[in-house]
């Protein structure tokens, strides 16, 4: 199996399985001399751990990243960082029933289309699971920008789950880690509550839409027509499990506005350019417009459900399949600190590619 990289400059390879010993992440690229200890990533991980509260799988891990090269004394040498988080609570047998089984909803059957062989203990490379290595190589983007750009704030945030979505004149984003849902919304947030646990009832699972606003972006990173930003974005947020979808400021709403409701105006202020709205979410051509970077995606509902559901079993036999197992009844939420992760790694790889290409210097204006 191939292309389990990401990254141009700041490089991310994540490796494991679901149900192997343990998984990780090697990252290739990050500049010497940045502040960075196992208890700067762990934070990052204990946002995503499973089994913290009862609107995720109960699965227990302890998710305890090990950095095993790249640093000395306590910061990066530029050369690659090693990571490692041991799986500690995996029940296998779990899946017994369901090796010959392909699962609706799941890769088991492209998998085995593709290569001829999968790993059925939880998906395997396919599952969930693996996004911990990107929460972990995540941390290590968050403590380079931090040295950065220290301004720069990513910050993610369910707006709907289902056919409900939160009330915009409430959001609140100090709201956001108050809840089980990060949610901005805290009285969406509790009518959410009742709503999974009457999915929960009854064996069935529920998509979502996860925002992520990105304050302090310097302009000027991205570049045309091939290495734009929001393509980059795109990309990352649709790597994870279960996306099927991307939109950026917008998105898919500006099929509906008119191209003076959507041009954001511009205007000359004091410390330089600035607009009166932000349709465009922040990027431009590609290029960030120094505005907050605004994108969404929709999180498709949780495939492993006790609901029975036709399939095929390897021999080609028609069979009812229950997927039994620890499981999120909706995986947007763990879903909001993987994509702040990946949003991180992306954004100093721009970083650092404009660093490259234009050692900072920029266009004049006034």
Same mark, same amino acid.
């Given at each position: ?167 915009? +004149? ?85 099929? +509906? ?110």
């Amino acid at each position: 199996m191939s292309f389990n990289t990401y990254g141009h400059l700041f490089r991310v390879t994540t490796w494991g399985e679901s149900h192997g010993p343990a998984l990780g992440a090697t990252v290739d690229g990050c500049p010497p001399g940045i502040a960075l200890t196992e208890a700067d990533i762990q934070p990052w991980l204990d946002r995503r751990r499973p089994g913290q509260n009862r609107n995720t799988t109960q699965r227990q891990e302890a998710d305890q990243v090990e950095i095993l090269s790249g640093t000395f004394e306590g910061r990066t040498t530029g050369t690659p960082i090693q990571l490692m988080i041991r799986n500690t609570d995996q029940r296998s047998k779990d899946y017994g029933e369901i090796a010959r089984t392909f699962r609706p909803g799941h890769a088991d059957i492209t998998y085995h289309l593709k290569y001829g062989i999968r790993d059925y203990r939880g998906g395997g490379r396919s599952s969930a699971r693996e996004t911990a290595a990107r929460v972990a190589a995540g941390g290590v983007a968050r403590a380079a920008l931090a040295a950065l750009v220290p301004d720069l704030a990513i910050t993610g945030y369910m707006v709907q789950m289902g056919p409900r979505a939160i009330d915009r +004149a409430r959001l609140d984003l100090a709201e956001v880690p108050r809840n089980d849902f990060w949610c901005p919304d805290a009285e969406t947030a509790k009518l959410w509550e009742d709503d999974l646990l009457a999915l929960r009832k009854d064996h069935d699972s529920v998509g979502a839409m996860i925002e992520l606003t990105i304050s302090g972006t310097p302009p000027g990173l991205g570049a045309p027509v091939y290495g734009k930003l929001d393509t980059d974005l795109a990309a990352a947020m649709m790597s994870i499990n279960a996306v099927k979808g991307v939109e950026i400021g917008e998105g898919m709403a500006a099929a +509906a506005l008119t191209g003076r409701a959507n041009a954001d105006e511009i205007v000359m202020g004091e410390d330089g350019p600035g607009y009166l709205s932000n349709h465009a979410g922040g990027i431009l051509g590609g290029i960030s417009t120094g505005q907050d970077i605004v994108l969404r995606f929709a999180v498709k509902p949780t495939s492993s459900i006790l609901s029975p559901r036709r399939s095929i079993t390897t021999d080609g036999e028609p069979t009812e399949v229950v997927t039994k197992g620890r499981h999120d009844p909706c995986v947007g939420i763990r879903a909001v600190p993987v994509a702040e992760a990946m949003a991180a790694s992306v954004i100093l790889d721009h970083l650092l590619l404009d660093r490259g290409q234009t050692g900072g210097v920029r266009g004049r204006i006034g």
